[in-house]
């Protein structure tokens, strides 16, 4: 039996699913997921030993690929001078300067544990600013797993058939107003409906939790003039697309200012660290300042800060994210070029290193048409690729990452892997 399995087997019995996040199961793909014991730049072993080529990275944060010398080392110095202070220290007033300098929407910021605390908290903040209680959503978008946000709320909801969550009161999911992503005739026609009572709309500026889906032009702006004209908050939870697509986001790729920017992943490396932040008169409402509460014992951790100002100040080298979109394009057209070679209906869509591939002749533009695409090839190309060395995304609704540790080899090695893939699932079909 193989370790992954006896791991697998064992862990069920105490752990419910065998895992701590849903995703991480195989249950959208079936087998046995891979247990890792390390990774080292591109790649990652698992339990057997085997060695893949990882679209994963940690579903984001790798921005440089795994146990990257330069993280390490800042890691490695700041615990050498405790881990932990419950009191304030230098190193979250420079990352606090950092966040609002690259990030100019963003005039003050307090960080949190994980980017579900910082969407909860940044809702909290724009209902307790607005004196309002409802909030819009599109469905798809995940905002992580606090009760408002747990609504139609895609990728690890969607690989286990489930719309919504149970545990969450109706209550509370009444006042979570849900839309189509791109669907500008409904958002107009929710603000006439509810534009006074709305408290904030959250968006992910680009879709990162339904496989990978972009914003119409003009669709973020249609929502930043709503929110204008109504004293709505508009937030962007850019928690998986800060600092990936963009250095500053996707708000800086297309010029679109939100009141409020949550962010995570790339902003820990790897360690446990999320933000919110905005206008100054909107955080000036939370505590010790205003009514607001929010707090967290771990907050600005210093191990975990260190770790994430030594992955921003590596992405802030000059030419970084173009270098990374360009690598990300050549791996993903190429897989989708493979893909259409060999009978299948294929795209690939990529901004910076992040990507959606789909068995689909056309990118989608919102949650039903990502649920048109064919499931079952992606799940045979999971597999095969997963044979030969390749760890995509174990579910057709993830986007995939690609990290700066993903080199010419890295990407010829994987091309490789999906051409003879495709060959097999050609001589199945
Ligand atoms: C991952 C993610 C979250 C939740 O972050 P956690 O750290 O997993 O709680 C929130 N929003 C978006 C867009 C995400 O991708």
Redesign the pocket.
């Known amino acids: 039996m193989s370790r992954n399995q006896e791991l697998f087997d064992r862990s069920r019995h105490l752990i419910p699913g065998g895992v701590n996040s849903p995703v991480r199961a195989f249950g959208g793909v079936g087998g046995v997921p891979r247990f890792f014991q390390r990774g080292q730049g591109p790649h990652v072993y698992d339990a057997d030993g085997k060695r893949y080529i990882d679209y994963v990275c940690s ?2 944060p790798l921005l440089h690929g795994h146990a990257h010398p330069v993280v390490l080392e800042a890691v490695r110095a700041a615990m050498e001078k405790g881990l932990s202070f419950g009191a304030p220290t230098g190193l979250e007033l420079e990352m606090a300067e950092l966040l609002t300098e690259l990030v100019p929407s963003i005039e003050q910021v307090r960080l949190t544990s ?3 605390e910082a ?1 909860m908290s940044a809702i909290r903040v724009a209902r307790g600013f607005t004196g309002r209680s409802r909030i819009l959503k599109f469905d798809g978008c ?4 606090s009760d408002s946000l747990l609504v139609k709320a895609g990728s690890g909801l969607l690989t286990f058939g489930q719309p919504s969550s149970g545990g969450v009161p109706a209550e509370l999911a009444a006042l979570t107003t849900v839309v189509d992503y791109n669907d500008a005739a409904a958002v107009r026609a929710a603000f006439d409906q509810y534009g006074h009572e709305l408290a904030a709309v959250i968006v ?1 500026p680009i879709a ?2 339904m496989n990978f889906v972009l914003p119409d032009p003009g669709f973020l702006q249609l929502l930043r003039d709503l929110c204008t004209q109504h004293g709505t908050v508009l937030i962007f ?1 850019e ?2 697309t800060g600092f990936r697509v963009a250095l500053g986001g996707v708000q800086a790729l297309y010029g679109i200012t939100p009141d409020m920017t ?1 962010l ?2 790339v902003i820990g490396g790897g360690l446990p660290i ?1 933000a919110f932040g905005g206008r100054r008169d909107i955080m000036s409402c939370l505590a010790p300042l205003g009514s607001v509460y929010q707090a967290g014992t771990l907050s600005g951790n210093p191990v975990a800060v260190s770790a994430g100002l030594a992955t921003l100040h590596l992405a802030q080298e000059e030419g970084f994210h173009v270098a990374l979109g360009e690598r990300t394009r050549e791996v993903t057209e190429g897989i989708a070029a493979l893909g259409r070679a060999a009978g299948f209906p294929m795209c690939a869509v990529s901004v910076g290193g992040m990507f959606g591939l789909f068995f689909r002749a056309t990118p989608p533009r919102n949650l039903p048409e990502v649920m048109e695409c064919d499931r079952d090839s992606f799940n045979r190309l999971f597999h095969a690729m997963l044979d030969e060395g390749v760890y995509l995304a174990p579910s057709a609704y993830e986007a995939g990452f690609v990290s700066a540790a993903h080199d010419g080899d890295a990407i010829q090695e994987t091309l490789a892997a999906a051409e003879r893939s495709f060959a097999r699932l050609r001589a199945a079909a």
């Open positions: 579903w984001g994980s980017g579900t969407t995940y905002h992580g797993h992910e990162g939790n939870d928690v998986m949550t995570g992943k999320a």
